[in-house]
């Protein structure tokens, strides 16, 4: 388990003792099955989300396993308690025009063509914001066209590039880049700030921030609505899920089906829209 997964839930089960005292005598060893519902019970009248309960639950179920595995309990509290429901989001994607709206913001300066890079690659190949900081110059085969990206899971996949990617691609890469640069022969990143250095995520964040700002786009927009947005359009043009979800690089098909449920409501909205008998 990793280290900061262990620090959190530590943290939720000194909560949970804290909200035990004075309820319960023995603290967490000693709590029944209603001390736990009360505890996540309270969570949610103080305004806590579903996911933060569920968290906190799940806190609560390992370090009772952990209680039986050493002996020191040979029952848990939580186990039969059921996790409360989170009603899913709507899935945040920009239509086609607005795509093209934001591609179009960028100009041409050096700044501007490695925005315009950035921009395309991201709705190009859908990938995250992480996929695409961390990735450098030997990733992309401008040749063939494509780039490799190495995942979130450490699990390569290799995505094409359409026409219009691969030039915006091109004009930075073989031009502009080596100007951000200054001299700097042994950067291996592909996207690099004025200073010559790797992009960070949040510098990116603000990029498309300001394109968005710049184009007029109401919605919020997100690295994650790029992402969703090459979705959603994929499969509204044919794309199979199976497909999808290799070019996403998600390792549970449910992540990837849950954009198909984007498309049936279009396709409903649309019927009751136009049906005369809706």
Known sequence: MEKNSVIAYL??????????EGRCEGGPAAATQADVAAFLLSLKQSGKTGATVNRKLASLRAFYRFMNKTGAMDSSPSEEIKSPKIPQREIEYLSINEVEDLLAQTDKSVIGLRDAAILEIMYATGVRVSELVEMNVDDVNLRMGFITCSGEHGKARIIPIGRPARAALEAYTYDE??????????????????????????A????????????GIEKKLTPKTLRNSFAVHMIQNGADLKTLQELLGHEDFAATQKFLNVTKNRIKDIYDKTHPRA
């Open 177 to 202: 880049r080596n100007k951000l640069l200054r001299g700097k022969s042994d950067r291996k990143a592909l996207f690099l700030n004025y200073y010559g250095e790797r992009l960070t995520r949040q």
């Open 11 to 20: 943290r939720d089960v000194k909560e949970f003792a804290g909200f035990l």
């Open 204 to 215: 990116l964040w603000k990029i498309i921030k300001a394109y968005s700002a710049k184009a």
